[in-house]
């Protein structure tokens, strides 16, 4: 009987060994490409369509990597609950809470105490549905981001709150459509509130007409001054009202202002503080 080389076994285990872990190797990398996948089906609710996501990436696999929470359903419900727990699972260092397309009623306030928390969507087939009379985002700390997305207001009857009641600093709002709702009181979108709500930049931030807003933006401080204010390519329709007198109010404490390609934004400044 002829002997088998044992160089030949030696060299077969090593090579088995490596396509093993070739074969592991790109499975993972399937898996790790096929969870960062977020499909879309859409269906027809009326004249609306509504995106329903039916894959999901995994959060807390992703999430090791970039401090990234997906608010896909899954594991945070669509909707202010989800939006809130994603926020805190943030752990309270910078990070991203994504919302995929989809319909986010807003029920209660959502208080954002910590620093760089970024809201992004994915476009305007990301709503979030304000039903909440009150304030729908609190914004206590720095570096907020409110990005690509629509909210329109839902509420059933006159509200009085603000879509952002900011007195963090640093923070950005951009490529956002606001829409109010006919028939009622809109309240108010942002409110600037205190010193603490320096260096805001709003962009690309549009408001549709026939709604009747207190205002669009306030900036106010009665101690101490709001500094460094930037809005570029607002574009507000000419048949919205304000109860408050105009959509931009420059009230007591304000510093330092820029509007840049503001189209339909009416002004009013004010000392209502006196003084």
Not at 250 to 258: K, R, S
Request: net charge negative.
């Amino acid at each position: 009987m002829k002997q088998k080389d044992p160089e030949i076994g030696v060299f077969m285990r090593k090579n088995s060994i490596y396509l093993a872990l070739a074969v592991i190797i790109v499975l993972a990398a399937w898996w790790y490409t096929e969870q960062s996948k977020i499909d879309v089906d859409y269906s027809r609710s009326g004249a609306a369509i509504v995106p329903t996501p039916t894959n999901v990436l995994d959060t807390a696999f992703i999430g090791a990597f970039n401090n990234t929470r997906y608010v896909n359903g899954y594991k945070y419900p669509q909707d202010d609950s989800g939006i809130e727990a994603a926020i805190s699972d943030l752990g309270g260092v910078p990070g991203a809470v994504v919302l995929p397309c989809g319909v986010y009623d807003i029920k209660n306030e959502i208080v954002v105490n910590s620093l760089g928390v970024s809201l992004i969507g994915f476009g305007h087939c990301t709503r979030l549905n304000i039903v909440t009379a009150g304030d729908a985002f609190i914004v206590d700390d720095s570096r907020f981001l409110l990005s690509d997305m629509e909210i329109t207001i839902s509420a059933s009857s006159d509200r009085a709150g603000s879509v952002l009641k900011i007195s963090g600093d640093q923070g950005t709002v951009r490529n956002v459509r606001i829409a109010g709702r006919g028939g009622i009181k809109n309240g108010k979108a942002f409110t600037l509130d205190g010193p603490g709500a320096n260096n805001w930049t709003f962009s690309d931030v549009n408001f549709p007409g026939g709604a009747k807003w207190q205002y669009l933006f306030l900036l106010k401080s009665t101690s101490g001054t709001i500094a460094s204010t930037h809005l570029t390519d607002i574009r507000v329709s000419n048949t919205n009202t304000y109860s408050g007198g105009a959509g931009l109010i420059l009230d007591t404490g304000v510093d330092t202002v820029t509007c840049v390609s503001c189209e339909g934004l009416t002004v009013l400044a004010q000392n209502s503080a006196g003084g």
